[in-house]
Nanobody, 126 residues
Framework: QVQLVESGGGLVQAGGSLRLACAPS????????MGWFRQAPGKEREFVAS????????IYADSVKGRLTISRDNAKNMVYLQMISLKPEDTAVYYC???????????????????WGQGTQVTVSS
């Protein structure tokens, strides 16, 4: 069983920055590929970024490339989402998720992920 707790959300002006953190509990964190998703009001949950078990591979949604960076520290059992140049359309609840990893794969589909956090709100004002 893996429990995920997100932190770091908040209110920021357009063009600003935030860093989200995700703290997975339990052992064998290195067995999981990790992902970030987001859900805006009235919209479906959408993929943001994924990182492989080792951190060697990452993948991003086109809408966030160059602005958001996913990273992980397996020694500290932490996953991060660094966000810069934020836009009002980035406003959403952001979720951390864990998928049983296979090699150096990354995952974009929500149904690849077994465990989800409760989410953290990010609001970007114009």
């Amino acid at each position: 069983q893996v429990q995920l707790v997100e932190s770091g959300g908040g209110l920021v002006q357009a063009g600003g920055s935030l860093r989200l953190a995700c703290a997975p509990s339990g052992r064998a964190f290195g067995n999981y590929a990790m992902g970030w998703f987001r859900q805006a009001p009235g919209k479906e949950r959408e993929f943001v970024a994924s990182i492989s078990r080792t951190g060697d591979s990452t993948i991003y949604a086109d809408s966030v490339k160059g602005r958001l960076t996913i990273s992980r520290d397996n020694a500290k059992n932490m996953v991060y989402l660094q966000m810069i140049s934020l836009k009002p359309e980035d406003t959403a609840v952001y979720y951390c998720a864990a998928a049983l990893g296979n090699g150096d794969r990354t995952y974009k589909q929500t149904n690849s992920y077994y465990y989800w956090g409760q989410g953290t709100q990010v609001t970007v004002s114009s």
